[in-house]
């Protein structure tokens, strides 16, 4: 820029200064706005397709497409029990009759496998899933149902398995466990020696039930026996009804112990050896498997994450409870 002449006024001359600075604040001001529009833009259509594909995985997961690649064809329906059976979890009755119903309701199955994996768990649950079995077996009188045993099958597992037509293991699975347990912890002397005043109010003499801080009642183990007993009763009779004649005379089979798969075929738990493949193959007659399972899905999962982190919070603001 050139100098101002003698007779310019210096005010005047640096008016075309200061526009050329002011001018080239604009222009890179407005340049780094384009920059970060077009980044907004790139990250927006980023987060566009991966919700779009997260979604597309979903749908795919939840759609009813079993046996969509069979055509015409008869399929062996395998419906899984995985894990702990309890209410909210992956083997919860409410999954594995959803299961169960669209394996039977569909037309190209040829016979339904329960392939068991579970160590137990409630009662109630697994109640459920035995009821259910046995009301689909007589509505879908021609359609076989077995229960194969991978690597366990005790307590509430074996209650499911009992309503099966068959049972099938390999000679190394565990099975067994007929039995029911309530297990817990006291406190009472941790309390004392560490001078701990244990305060409890509630209304109702046995409200406070098994309390670990409290000193156990001799009416207490009483009555949760006499439960304890009437619920191992219901599945003594669970088995039996289930398992029938098949059964060994053995004082020890309803004793809470566990066997090999080899041994459960010599004590009538189990009526042979082999596996999901090997039943459908040899004893259905089809070898093409269908996995009808209902498995909770990515939104699912998040779903239960963030209302059981809700509930918990809840129920930490909350200091009386009926239960």
């Given amino acids: 820029m050139s100098e101002p002449t003698a007779n310019q006024d210096p005010q005047q001359?640096?008016?075309?200064?200061?526009q050329g600075l002011v001018n080239a604040i604009a222009r890179?001001?407005?340049?780094?706005?384009r920059a970060a529009r077009r980044w907004g833009i790139f990250f927006k259509l980023l987060l566009a397709v991966y919700l779009f594909s997260f979604l597309l995985i979903y749908i795919a997961g939840e759609l009813d497409l079993k046996g969509a690649e069979l055509p015409g064809k008869r399929h062996t329906a395998l419906v899984e029990v995985e894990g702990i059976i309890a209410s909210d979890t992956e083997a919860s009755a409410d999954k594995i009759v959803a299961g169960l119903r669209d394996a039977f309701e569909d037309g190209k199955t040829a016979g339904v496998i329960v392939r068991i994996n579970s160590p137990g768990g409630s009662p109630v649950q697994a109640g459920?899933?035995?009821?259910e079995i046995l009301r689909l077996r007589k509505k879908y009188p021609a359609i076989p149902l077995y229960a194969v045993i991978s690597d366990l099958c005790a307590s509430?597992?074996?209650y499911i398995a009992t309503a099966a037509d068959k049972i099938y293991a390999d000679k190394a699975s565990i099975v067994g466990s007929i039995g029911v347990i309530m297990a817990g912890f006291g406190f009472v002397e941790t309390l004392q020696k560490l001078g701990i005043?244990?305060?409890?109010l509630h209304a109702g003499e046995n409200k406070g039930l098994l309390d670990p801080f409290a000193p156990l009642r001799e009416e207490e183990v009483q009555h949760v026996d006499g439960l304890l007993q009437n619920v191992y009763s219901q599945f003594i009779e669970v088995v039996k009804q289930g398992r029938g004649k098949r059964l060994k005379e053995d004082p020890t089979l309803f004793s809470g112990?566990?066997?090999s798969g080899e041994q459960s075929v010599e004590l009538g738990l189990v009526d042979g050896l082999g596996s999901a493949g090997y039943v459908a193959r040899e004893i259905i007659g089809v070898e093409e498997i269908v996995d009808f399972t209902h498995r909770e899905g990515y939104l699912d999962r998040f779903a239960r994450r963030i209302g059981t982190t809700a509930a918990e919070r809840l129920q930490s603001l909350d200091g009386l409870k009926l239960y």
């Fill in 156 to 158: 509430g597992g074996y």
């Fill in 28 to 33: 890179e001001f407005l340049r780094e706005q």
């Fill in 197 to 200: 005043e244990r305060r409890v």
């Fill in 128 to 131: 459920y899933v035995n009821d």
């Fill in 257 to 259: 112990l566990i066997w």
């Fill in 13 to 18: 001359a640096s008016v075309p200064f200061e």
